[in-house]
């Protein structure tokens, strides 16, 4: 369909917690095309929620296959309609970054395992195991749609926030 902008912080959507979905209908695919378009259009990303494109519902997609990160452990092209983490085991502490934020990276420590339940595009009932690198993109993904950003994550301003170097 379309590659929508990106919402910057500190737009007041970002902050929102963002309604279920409750149809599965033109304008749910509509916005799943949007989101998939963007992610895939910006080249680097990994994920993008709605809330990023000014639509405060609970969709998120997901992609770490094409990343160095994630290439060897994933599920491919993920999107999740009213994500629910069920189970989040062990712990680490990784570097990211986000479209919506774009000058500056920060430490975050997130679960190295989580289980996922979700609604796909045609509004299935799925359950998934991720780990590593695309655990941490479906946590990252999944706080948007609780108006978190990876800021809010970050056990200090002063030394794990990094400005990010611009080419």
């Given at each position: 369909?379309?590659?929508?902008e990106i919402l910057l912080y500190p737009h007041p959507i970002l902050?929102?917690?963002?309604a279920p979905v409750t149809r599965f209908?033109?304008?749910?695919d509509g916005l799943i095309q949007d989101l998939l378009d963007t992610m895939i259009a910006a080249g680097h990303s990994v994920?993008?929620?709605?809330?990023q494109i000014g639509i405060?519902?609970?969709?998120?997609?997901?992609?770490?296959?094409h990343s160095k990160?994630?290439?060897?452990?994933?599920?491919g092209q993920l999107v999740l309609v009213n994500p629910d983490i069920l189970e989040r085991?062990?712990?680490?502490?990784?570097?990211?970054g986000c479209m919506s934020v774009p000058d500056y990276t920060g430490n975050v420590a997130r679960a190295a395992s989580v289980v996922v339940a979700f609604c796909d595009r045609s509004g299935e009932r799925r359950v998934i195991r991720a780990n590593g690198f695309e655990a941490i993109a479906l946590q990252h993904e999944i706080d948007h749609l609780d108006g978190l950003l990876f800021l809010d994550r970050v056990s200090s301003l002063k030394t794990d926030l990094f400005r990010r170097k611009h080419r």
């Open positions: 369909m379309a590659v929508r902050k929102e917690i963002c209908d033109a304008a749910t994920g993008v929620a709605a809330p405060p519902w609970r969709v998120v997609v997901v992609d770490v296959s990160l994630g290439r060897d452990a994933n599920h085991e062990g712990h680490c502490i990784s570097r990211e």
